[in-house]
C-alpha cells in the first residue's frame, strides 16, 4: 500500500508520517510511504493521501484532483490549520479531514475510521500470520497450483494455503469469480462478456460449462455497482 503526505510544515510531515506508521504497524505489512515538502509534481498513483489544503504556493484541492487522475478510488484525507476551508474540499469527496488546532484529538478518530474502511473494501490475505490489504481494482488474476492460491496484482505476486473455490466463496464481494478449474479472474478487468466468452487481459477465455451460471448471477451484481 502506497501513502502519501504532503505538507509545507516539516515537523508536521513528519509526526503524521510517524503517527500513521505506529498505527497501522501491525495492520499494513507491506506499506510504502512518500513525503512531500517543497515539490508537488513528483506524482504517481496512491492508495491514501494526506494533503494540506493551505499550501503556501499550492492548491491542494486542484493537487487533489491531479492525484485522482492516477487513481479514482484514492483515499483523501485533508489537513489544515483553517477549519473553515473543509466545505471547499468536498467537490474532491475527501475521506475525512484532520483540524491542525486539534491534531491529536482528530488524528485517532481518523485512523479508526480509515483503520476501519480499509477493513471493508481491501482484501485481506493472511501471509505468515501477518495481514495485508490488497486493492481489489489491481488483482488480475487468481490460479491454483498444487495447494496453493497465487493472486497477481498488477505490482506483485502473493501466495497462500487455500483452495481455489473456497478464495473465491471468500472474496465474491471483491467480484472475484472462478471460471475454469484452476483460473479466477477479477470482473474489474473484463472488457467484454458474449454469452460464455469473456475478453480479458486482452485475451479471449472461455468460461467453463460448470461455472457459467455463478459468472452470470456475479457479473448482473457487478453491473448493477457500475450504474
Do not use: W
Amino acid at each position: 500500500m502506497k501513502v502519501l503526505f504532503c505538507d509545507d510544515d516539516l515537523e508536521m510531515l513528519k509526526q503524521l508520517e510517524n503517527d500513521f506508521k505506529v498505527y497501522f504497524k501491525n495492520q499494513i505489512i507491506e506499506l510504502e510511504t512518500k513525503c512531500l515538502y517543497q515539490n508537488f509534481t513528483d506524482f504517481q498513483k496512491y492508495d491514501i493521501c494526506f494533503l494540506d489544503i493551505d499550501l503556501k504556493n499550492e492548491d491542494g484541492i486542484a493537487l487533489a484532483k491531479k492525484l485522482k487522475t492516477y487513481n479514482s478510488q484514492l483515499i483523501i484525507i485533508f489537513i489544515s490549520q483553517r477549519e473553515d476551508l473543509v466545505f471547499q474540499t468536498f467537490s474532491v469527496q475527501p475521506f475525512q479531514f484532520i483540524r491542525k488546532k486539534h491534531y491529536q484529538e482528530d488524528i485517532k478518530e481518523v485512523f479508526d475510521q480509515l483503520n476501519y474502511s480499509l477493513q471493508q473494501t481491501a482484501m485481506t490475505l493472511n501471509i505468515n500470520h501477518q495481514k495485508i490489504y490488497i486493492n481489489p481494482l489491481d488483482i488480475l488474476s487468481v490460479i491454483s497450483l498444487d495447494h496453493d492460491v497465487i493472486i497477481t496484482t498488477k505490482e506483485k505476486t502473493y501466495t497462500i494455503k487455500d483452495s481455489l473455490k473456497n478464495f473465491c466463496q471468500e472474496n465474491e464481494k471483491y467480484f472475484i469469480i472462478q471460471i475454469k478449474k484452476n483460473l479466477a479472474i477479477s470482473l474489474y478487468q473484463v472488457k467484454n462478456v458474449k454469452g460464455n466468452k469473456i475478453t480479458y487481459e486482452n485475451q479471449e477465455y472461455t468460461i467453463g460449462r460448470i461455472y457459467q451460471k455463478n459468472f452470470k448471477n456475479l457479473y448482473e451484481r457487478y453491473l448493477m455497482t457500475c450504474l
